[in-house]
């Protein structure tokens, strides 16, 4: 009996279960253990929070926010619960690993927004043969705000003054790069797949 194919059949249930395990990480966060990702930890060999630094906020509405848009994306995404669920880690490293390599600036990161636009991007990419305009669109959309925020063109003093913190553009451009890596390779891997 194929497990991961019996847990596939719900969409739905991926929301609650990863929202819980979302919550119980950012309770350690909070009471045990700072689980964001911290360079010099990193250096000395704490690789796991390049993974935990993206499921980890800096507080209450920052934390909740993010879940309420993670909440609605995995809600639109049609698509097997094991293979968003492997798309969500997988962005999470691939965040995490581009924001420790390409932004030195950064030396505590925490919030899973970078992960977020990246899976936006996956899941718009997944409902591109139903809806070609609005897939396109929201395509526009996405990295128009990213190439805003990166010339500083787009306003964050408001979300910077609720969360506590500086919004890190960075990671959501990796998010988008790692989201277009992962689509890459699904290509191929399921174009090659189907001959």
């Not at 009471?31 to 990193?42: F, K, P, W």
């Not at 800096?58 to 848009?69: E, P």
């Not at 293979?83 to 962005?91: A, N, P, Q, T, Y």
Request: aromatic residues 12%.
């Amino acid at each position: 009996m194929n497990y991961l194919a019996l847990y596939s059949v719900k969409f739905g249930r991926s929301i609650p279960l990863l929202l819980l395990a979302l919550s119980i990480l950012q309770l350690v966060h909070i009471n045990v253990l700072d689980l964001a990702l911290i360079r010099s930890a990193v250096d000395r060999g704490e690789w796991w929070r390049l993974v935990s630094g993206q499921w980890v906020h800096s507080n209450a509405y920052h934390f909740f926010s993010n879940c309420l848009v993670l909440a609605c994306l995995i809600y639109l995404d049609r698509r097997a619960v094991t293979r968003k669920m492997v798309e969500f880690i997988s962005l999470s490293g691939l965040c995490g690993a581009a924001v420790y390599l390409f932004c030195p600036a950064l030396d505590y990161y925490l919030g899973l927004s970078g992960v977020l636009h990246g899976y936006l991007l996956l899941v718009l990419l997944s409902i591109r043969q139903e809806k070609p305009l609005f897939v396109y669109v929201g395509i526009v959309v996405v990295l128009t705000k990213i190439a805003l925020e990166q010339f500083d063109l787009y306003p964050r003093a408001a979300t910077e003054e609720l969360i506590g913190l500086r919004v890190a553009i960075e990671a959501h451009l990796a998010g988008v790069i790692a989201a277009g890596i992962i689509f890459s390779l699904e290509y191929v891997y399921f174009s090659y797949k189907r001959r």
